[in-house]
């Protein structure tokens, strides 16, 4: 059976142009809103809720406990990935996008009517930490689904740039989080943001997530999974055969070679603005204008990725994208320490806009080869969201023990860091294309 089918009936090149068009906007659109919802949490968790919920503990306890929730969205993620990606190997992609997207709406915008500790108590981190759980369980099933939608509708020679397109959702989504929540500081005083000034971003995802299902409910279904539905040859049990014996080894270099990518983000786009802002003593409002800049670079970046990808591979291009990281991480925190916020920033923009963008690109394409179509969705869930679990969502409290036991020195943190970078161009590198199925 072949990966990718052609439509049942010849399309005029109008109606190929435009389904691409609608699926390039389903996609991008999408991610950027779930990614816009998730991430909020991130920023919110550096700079209000260690306050708002948590706010008879220490500056560093109250920290700790805020990223501890945090990273509870990436312990349920694996769970939305397998359920998710289990219904989008059985009843298809479309449905169950729309499903993870309204999920992910409501969870947000709750957050933002969600009364405080001081308001109500134990009651008000309990029901933040269940909301985060929706978060997390509604993201595990929308990376991978977006991912296939862009992949499984791309011509041959183009799904390197149509696999980055996701990818630039997750970077539009941390710029918008990250420049609403830098605006909303700017026009309320900081009782005002405290008060009430920061929920306006948490119900602004109301909007934005009605936008996105309107874009999302047009696109059509994958030819690939059409394909498959056709033929009958739907897996009954995805999630057992991705851990099979045919694709285990697929699945386990797939775990580890995203250690690096996952750290790397929430290095950049999560820890680093608690550093600057509580270590450094940078103001807030220039710290999230910076990482706005970072992340709006990457986002340009990408598809130029996306389209190097298509000439010399995904594989090549991750590897070299985790190992310039690697490379960097010392050096930019040694700027991020000289004393000055545009050292900071060039330093962020370095790393995060240019180096990231260099290999997230190819990420989508390279996970979405490992798997036939049959159980895809699926497998790109697993590895993308299990390994969320310690190549992300534990990676701010790492590097905050790391840099407290180091009595404010970021070196062992580093050290971390480019361990993780290791790990991921070892496992990369023994992925062999004769597995590959594209």
């Known amino acids: 059976m072949t990966s990718f089918a052609e439509p049942a009936q010849p399309e005029s090149d109008l109606d190929r142009r435009t389904r691409l068009r609608t699926v390039v906007a389903a996609s991008l659109l999408g991610t950027t809103v779930e990614w816009y919802d998730f991430f909020l949490y991130a920023t919110a968790a550096s700079l209000v809720f260690n306050q708002l919920f948590f706010p008879d503990q220490s500056s560093f306890v109250g920290t700790m406990l805020s990223f501890a929730t945090f990273a509870v969205g990436f312990l349920v993620r694996p769970i939305g990935g397998v359920v998710f990606g289990h219904f989008g190997d059985r009843i298809g992609r479309k449905k169950t996008l729309a499903l993870s997207m309204l999920i992910m709406g409501v969870a947000t915008a709750l957050m933002g009517v969600l009364p405080t500790a001081e308001q109500i108590g134990i009651l008000a981190p309990v029901l933040l930490l269940l909301l985060r759980v929706l978060q997390g369980f509604a993201l595990g099933g929308e990376w991978a689904g977006a991912v296939l939608l862009a992949v499984e509708h791309s011509p041959p020679k183009k799904r390197g740039l149509f696999g980055s397109i996701p990818q630039i959702g997750l970077a539009l989504g941390l710029a918008l989080g990250t420049a609403v929540f830098a605006l909303l500081q700017v026009v309320f005083d900081d009782a005002q943001f405290l008060a009430y000034g920061w929920r306006i971003a948490f119900l602004l995802s109301l909007v934005l997530v009605a936008v996105g299902l309107v874009v999302r409910l047009k696109v059509e279904e994958t030819p690939a999974f059409l394909e498959v539905t056709e033929l009958q040859q739907r897996s009954s049990a995805p999630v057992k055969e991705v851990f099979a014996r045919s694709h285990i080894r697929n699945t386990v270099l797939g775990l580890l070679s995203r250690w690096g990518e996952g750290a790397a983000f929430n290095t950049w786009g999560v820890f680093a603005i608690t550093y600057a802002t509580t270590q450094l003593r940078y103001e807030k409002v220039p710290v999230l204008l910076v990482v706005t800049v970072a992340a709006s670079l990457m986002a340009v970046l990408i598809p130029v990725s996306g389209y190097f990808v298509d000439r010399f591979g995904a594989h090549r291009m991750y590897i070299i994208g985790i190992a310039a990281y ?77 840099i407290a036991v180091g009595s404010g020195s970021p070196w062992l943190a580093c050290g971390f860091l480019v361990a993780t970078s290791v790990i991921s161009v070892i496992a990369t590198s023994l992925i062999r294309k004769k597995d590959l199925h594209f």
């Not at 895809?376 to 905050?400: E, N």
């Open 326 to 402: 690697g490379i960097a991480v010392f050096p930019v925190f040694a700027l991020f320490g000289a004393g000055s916020l545009w050292l900071f920033g060039l330093g962020l923009v370095l790393v995060f806009g240019i180096v990231h963008a260099t290999f997230y690109a190819a990420q989508g394409t390279l996970y979405a080869s490992l798997y036939p179509t049959e159980i895809r969705y699926t497998g790109l869930s697993v590895v993308y969201q299990f390994s969320g679990i310690y190549a992300s969502g534990v990676t701010p409290l790492i590097l905050t023990s790391l």
